[in-house]
Each structure stands twice: as C-alpha cells, then as structure tokens.
Nanobody, 114 residues
Framework: QVQLVESGGGLVQAGGSLRLSCAASGSISRLNVMGWYRQAPGNQRDLVADITTGGSTNYADSVKGRFTISRNNAKNRVYLEMNSLKPEDTAVYYC????????WGQGTQVTVSS
C-alpha cells in the first residue's frame, strides 16, 4: 500500500506563486511516475504535470512555461512550483503515483483570486 500526503495549497492573488509538495510512503515501486492532477467544481480531474523516476516530464498545455514539476527519488517526494498563477488555476490539486496501480492523495485546495 502507498500513502500520499500533499501540502502547500492556499489562497494567492493572480500573478503569485505557490509550491506544492507530496510525500509518498509505503511499498513504493522503484520505477514509477509521480504527478499532479487538478479538479475544479463541475469538471473532471485532469493531468497538470507528471515526472518519471528518470526525470522525464510531461505538462498540460495550459501550464507550460508557468509550472515546474520536480522530484526527489531518495525522499519519495514530488513538487510542483506554480508561478504566474491565474484564476483559472483554482482547483483541488491531487498528488498521484502510478506503479502497479494508481494511488491518490487527499487533495489540497489552490485558490487564485483576481
């Protein structure tokens, strides 16, 4: 079993920055993909960015150039640096780990005011 705990959400003005962190614990496969998804009210949960254990990254078009994903394999942590935030970035952000199955964190709220 794998547990994911997110931190770092909050309220920020448009143009501001936030950094999300996710700590994974438990039986973690050596090879996995960790990432961040987000879900706004009434919308589906969509990929924001993910990163492999080898460091290959993938971003949603809407966040390219503004968000940066990184990870620390030794600490089983993944981070999301969010800059130039927009009101449309407002959502619950979920940490995800893909190995033999999908694991999800409980989510952290990010609210961007205009």
């Amino acid at each position: 079993q794998v547990q994911l705990v997110e931190s770092g959400g909050g309220l920020v003005q448009a143009g501001g920055s936030l950094r999300l962190s996710c700590a994974a614990s438990g039986s973690i496969s050596r090879l996995n993909v960790m990432g961040w998804y987000r879900q706004a009210p009434g919308n589906q949960r969509d990929l924001v960015a993910d990163i492999t254990t080898g460091g290959s990254t993938n971003y949603a078009d809407s966040v390219k150039g503004r968000f940066t994903i990184s990870r620390n394999n030794a600490k089983n942590r993944v981070y999301l640096e969010m800059n130039s935030l927009k009101p449309e970035d407002t959502a619950v952000y979920y940490c995800n780990l893909k190995s033999t199955r999908d694991y999800w964190g409980q989510g952290t709220q990010v609210t961007v005011s205009s």
